[in-house]
């Protein structure tokens, strides 16, 4: 059962003295939109009736079709704790439907939820997400505009006054637990200007939801300290990138399904086959995980960031690490992930992989326990290690070419998302930047 009811709602409207309800959803590039309406509008949207122009929104639907219903869902009810003042705003998380009633096949949250009915099928009960993302912190311009400086010199785990950023990571996290969050970790990640948040795991949908709020709360609190943040995966040239591991667990009502205390590494068959589903897809999904321009600067070797296809449980150079917890705590960090990718169609094909390896029984290389980093071409060839691709335009490729990940993300989301990533590549290989300029100009 849900934690909240239509007359749970309206009755913390009055508490709160709520006067307007931001109804949110994400578009299939991850972007968050949402429809503000005055708490008058509060019976409709309550009752599904709340209509938008989907034709409006980055690869939903074409004019003709537009039309387009919110459904709000009453758990992801909260409000917002900085808006002060008479008259609070509080925020609904949506999925979409169309007008006959069924899910929109666009909807990426829709999607992770037709995903999830599949794992079901397969006798799992809930899939978990506890994500790391990453940010960096940047100083604003007289004119509110983001700049290049860095606010802090700091490095890893680093205090004040090294780490100026400090008081506005208090701050966020403050804002956080006022909305529910259970915060893990807060800490200076290892470039200058870069920090870490970690929040507990919960099962896909819900975890989502919150990387999405997350990212606002982050955004907007930074605001209110004269910062940006932005979740960019490579802002500087030379220092680490921004990533998002997530770690995930499989679980069959309280049982976790990755925990198996009879094998050596105490990871279940079905671990090692849901991790060999992902080491098998990662080239084929890395455009949904890693989907902009600027997520292949940070997919480099030199700054640990993952670029191999490997696993191990002991160093933190393969893309799947396995964190020493075990029990209910067993799990697999995929650690390629970064912190641009729309959350829920990064689960629904991780998700996909995994059940894929589940359903063929597949079997994971040997692990890598040496640090792959120092490895040249040939030792890795002789033991099978792979590359991540190296840009946007090479991951399009094997994603259509991969019929599992595609079948994870579905063919209107897939079409959508591979034509507007066509055009970002397009845009960038067409664009003449300044590094050109730097090289070029004077020589020839």
Known sequence: MGKYTKEDIKNLVKEHDVR??????????????????????????????????????????????????LVPDLDTWVVFPWITGKGKVARLICDINRPDGSPFEGDPRNNLKRVLKEMEELGFTSFNLGPEPEFFLFKLDEKGEPTLELNDHGGYFDLAPMDLGENCRRDIVLELEE????????????????????????????????????????????????LHATFMPKPLFGVNGSGMHFNLSLFKGKENAFFDENTDMQLSETAMQFMAGVLKHVQGFTAITNPTVNSYKRLVPGYEAPVYVAWSGQNRSPLIRIPSSRGLSTRIEVRSVDPSANPYLAM????????????????????????IYVMDEKEREEVGIANLPGTLQAAIKELSKNEVVRQGLGEHIYDNFVEAKEIEWDMFRTTVHPWEREQYLKMY
């Open 20 to 69: 307007y309800i931001r109804l949110q959803f994400t578009d299939i590039l991850g972007t968050i939109k949402n429809v503000e309406i005055p708490v008058s509008q509060l019976d409709k949207a309550l009752d599904n009736k709340m209509m938008f122009d989907g034709s409006s929104i980055e690869g939903f639907v074409r004019i003709e079709e537009s039309d387009m219903y």
């Open 179 to 226: 909305m529910g969050f259970e915060i893990e970790a807060s800490h200076h990640e290892v470039a200058p200007g870069q920090h870490e948040i970690d929040f507990k795991y919960a099962n896909a949908v819900e975890a989502c939801d919150n990387i999405q709020t997350f990212k606002l709360v982050v955004k907007t609190i930074a605001r209110k300290h004269g």
């Open 348 to 371: 629904a094909v991780i998700l996909q992989a995994g059940l894929d390896g589940i359903k063929n029984k597949m079997t994971p290389p040997p692990a890598v326990d040496r640090n």
